[in-house]
T-cell receptor, first 115, second 113 residues
Framework: DQQVKQNSPSLSVQEGRISILNCDYT??????FLWYKKYPAEGPTFLIS?????DKNEDGRFTVFLNKSAKHLSLHIVPSQPGDSAVYFC??????????????FGKGTKLSVIP | KAGVTQTPRYLIKTRGQQVTLSCSPI?????VSWYQQTPGQGLQFLFE???????NKGNFPGRFSGRQFSNSRSEMNVSTLELGDSALYLC????????????FGAGSRLTVL
């Protein structure tokens, strides 16, 4: 049972346009959400996050939106650049019940930005 | 400062063998988490160690085990390898357990033949 879902395995966008990556979650106990970016042959790196008490967080070209009622978050990249081509993982944090918080990741969306 | 170091980067094993992967966290980080990445399942949590104690464990069979040493370095072991164990194994470190922002290593790519 996947608690964090990224239903689009891949996305292609023209350079300069907006990229929108989507993520849905099922566990209402998740209270913090993050996006990680992964280039080939490298580990994932933290990109941006949002707390469940907010509905938007912006950092330069990257904005994350959270819709708690829909259990949905999205990452907007404006404008998209070729260097943004990577796999993006959505992650959610919640109490694991085993003594600490735990991150649950989605399967990832491969973004290709076409020059 | 040095990042998270994982060794070996690539390895090939045959079914039934066992494998040990190593992870050295960022200096000062005492929490180490392990994840398995496969194309079909994304990043799946294996376990987390803090101060040489396993704090949390994912839904993996007992063939997957780990440990952490007093210098915070961690190892994970997979025994009786199966073809489905072929994956990228990622280690991540943080200053405290349950942190949201993790620093990942580049991973160990395991191929089981």
């Amino acid at each position: 049972d996947q608690q964090v879902k990224q239903n689009s395995p891949s996305l292609s966008v023209q350079e300069g346009r907006i990229s929108i990556l989507n993520c849905d979650y099922t566990n209402s106990m998740f209270d913090y959400f993050l996006w990680y970016k992964k280039y080939p042959a490298e580990g994932p790196t933290f990109l941006i996050s949002i707390s469940s008490i907010k509905d938007k967080n912006e950092d330069g070209r990257f904005t994350v939106f959270l819709n708690k009622s829909a259990k949905h978050l999205s990452l907007h990249i404006v404008p998209s650049q070729p260097g943004d081509s990577a796999v993006y993982f959505c992650a959610a944090s919640g109490w694991s019940g085993a003594g600490s918080y735990q991150l649950t990741f989605g399967k990832g969306t491969k973004l290709s930005v076409i020059p | 400062k040095a990042g998270v170091t994982q060794t070996p980067r690539y390895l090939i094993k045959t079914r039934g063998q066992q494998v040990t992967l190593s992870c050295s966290p960022i200096s000062g980080h005492r929490s180490v988490s392990w994840y398995q990445q496969t194309p079909g399942q994304g990043l799946q949590f294996l376990f987390e160690y803090f101060s040489e104690t396993q704090r949390n464990k994912g839904n993996f069979p007992g063939r997957f085990s780990g440990r952490q040493f007093s210098n915070s370095r961690s190892e994970m072991n997979v025994s009786t390898l199966e073809l489905g164990d072929s994956a990228l194994y990622l280690c991540a470190s943080s200053a405290r357990p349950g942190a949201n922002v993790l620093t990942f290593g580049a991973g160990s790519r395991l191929t089981v033949l």
